[in-house]
């Protein structure tokens, strides 16, 4: 009896033993491949730190207005007799646009300029008889001033003729006009729009630091959603004097040519103020920051050689950066890089401080100072 359990033990053991053989073994085989094991390279794409020289600009939003602009309005009530224009027209100045109803005081003209011919008349005779002494100076000083008072009244009716016969004051464009022929009009009723377009001022407003930054003649860039293609160029001609006591911003406005009429009075406009001197900036694609609320870095793409392969590989080093200035697609670098490095521009979410990356731009967006996105 005791023969077998000492079998069965000796039975029991040896299979014990084996199997923690094995399984030592194969712990042994784990630990010994996760030392071999090397976290493949992330394939990321990269770009150069290179030095520019950016021009210093000032971005604010403004208006188009027109040099010339008015919404012209009866002076006068009268009936239409004749409209002298197209709507959307160029207008020369003093042309004729639209004649009133004035066959009343067409009538009354000419019997004021009669009145006022026999004025003459008399006064011609009074004063040959006042030269013989027929007459005395009183009656010569009557006749004067009855000429006078004649002269007067055909002024006071042609003034009203004028009123009614509307002509454009400046050349420009005409609007669509509010009128029809043989309407009654009121005084004050409006006619036509017209708008001088060639140039045109664009107005913005600045904040009251950037005062002294600004002078006259300084040049300016002007873009609209309406033209997105096109940059107009003008210069800045005026500034006010005062600062908005509520906001504390200066108004300041600039003339920009429009000789195609592209800028209409009203328009929204992205404005530009460039300042006269330029400064050299290192620049990166804004996608290779990777924002943070302990502060910006970049991942710097560095060559070294693996200890245990002897191959050279890339690492990258996240370093941490302070940032300028934007142009487009690109920031500036304040501090943390220098002119030459790489750094990465996409695929930043998924590395780590001394990973392996392999370089490939195949698929890199261009990054551009001055982007214009096809659907934009």
């Known amino acids: 009896m005791k023969r077998k359990i000492v079998i069965v033990a000796t039975v029991l053991l040896v299979i014990v033993g084996s199997l923690a053989g094995i399984k030592a073994l194969q712990i042994r085989a784990l630990i010994n491949a996760n030392a071999e094991f090397a976290i493949p390279p992330e394939t990321v794409s990269g770009a150069e730190v290179r030095q520019e020289t950016w021009e210093s600009t000032l971005d604010a939003v403004g208006s188009v207005a027109a040099v010339q602009g008015v919404e012209l309005r009866a002076e006068l009530a009268g009936t239409v007799r004749e409209i002298a224009f197209e709507s959307g027209a160029t207008a020369e100045a003093g042309q004729l646009l639209v004649q009133l109803d004035t066959s009343s005081e067409q009538a009354q003209l000419r019997s004021a300029e009669a009145q006022a011919e026999l004025a003459r008349l008399n006064l011609e005779r009074a004063r040959e008889l006042r030269a013989q002494g027929v007459i005395s100076q009183s009656e010569q000083d009557s006749s004067e001033a009855a000429s006078r008072q004649t002269i007067g009244a055909v002024d006071g009716v042609r003034a009203v003729i004028a009123k009614k016969t509307i002509r454009a004051p400046f050349a420009g464009r005409l609007g669509i006009r509010s009128v029809n022929l043989g309407q009654y009009v009121n005084a004050g009723d409006a006619i036509v729009s017209l708008q001088s377009l060639d140039p045109v001022y664009v107005d913005f407003n600045l904040p009251e630091q950037h ?3 600004v002078r006259r003649t300084m040049a300016v860039r002007i873009t609209t959603d309406a033209t997105p293609d096109r940059t107009f160029t003008g210069a800045v001609t005026a500034l006010n004097p005062e600062v908005n006591a509520s906001t504390r911003n200066i108004r300041i406005q600039a003339t920009v040519p429009n000789r195609d009429g592209d800028l209409r009075p009203g328009m929204f406009a992205r404005v530009e103020l460039v300042l006269p001197e330029s400064k050299p900036y290192l620049v990166v694609p804004a996608t290779s920051v990777l924002h943070a609320p302990y502060g910006d870095s970049v991942f710097v793409v560095n060559e070294s050689k693996d200890e245990k392969t002897g191959v050279t590989v890339k690492k990258v080093t996240m370093t941490t950066v302070r940032l300028g200035d934007t142009r487009g697609d690109f920031v500036a670098v304040a501090s943390g890089l220098q002119a030459g490095q790489t750094v990465v521009t996409s695929g930043v979410f998924k590395l780590r401080n001394g990973a ?21």
């Open 211 to 213: 005062l002294s930054q």
């Open 356 to 376: 392996a990356v392999v370089l490939d731009n195949t698929l890199a967006p261009d990054a551009k100072s001055a982007p214009r996105p096809a659907n934009s």
